[in-house]
Nanobody
Framework: QVQLVESGGGLVQAGGSLRLSCAASGSTFSLNTIGWHRQAPGKQRELVAHCRSDNNTNYADSVKGRFTISRDNAKNTVYLQMNSLKPEDTAVYYC??????????????????WGQGTQVTVSS
């Protein structure tokens, strides 16, 4: 199994910045795509950004130009730098690794893991 542990959430005023981190740990595994989703109260969970193993990135239109995703493969860690935050960015942010490869009994199996979430609150 793989554990994803997020950190860096908190309360910030509109226009401010936060940096989220997500560290993956566990038994022998290979991270491919890793990214962030968020869920605001009363809304569905939505993709914020993800980064593939070749460092190709994808962003939700609502965060393009304000958020930057990056990864440190040596540390199995992904970051989300959030600038120019808006009240509508308020949500629980979840780290997600949808295609983790784990060798089990000589066979490669694929798993989808989620972190526990970290609250981001942007005040107006």
């Amino acid at each position: 199994q793989v554990q994803l542990v997020e950190s860096g959430g908190g309360l910030v005023q509109a226009g401010g910045s936060l940096r989220l981190s997500c560290a993956a740990s566990g038994s022998t595994f290979s991270l491919n795509t890793i990214g962030w989703h968020r869920q605001a109260p009363g809304k569905q969970r939505e993709l914020v950004a993800h980064c593939r193993s070749d460092n190709n990135t994808n962003y939700a239109d609502s965060v393009k130009g304000r958020f930057t995703i990056s990864r440190d493969n040596a540390k199995n860690t992904v970051y989300l730098q959030m600038n120019s935050l808006k009240p509508e960015d308020t949500a629980v942010y979840y780290c997600n690794a949808p295609d983790v490869a784990i060798v089990d009994g000589g066979t490669v199996k694929w798993y989808n893991f989620w972190g526990q979430g970290t609250q981001v609150t942007v005040s107006s």
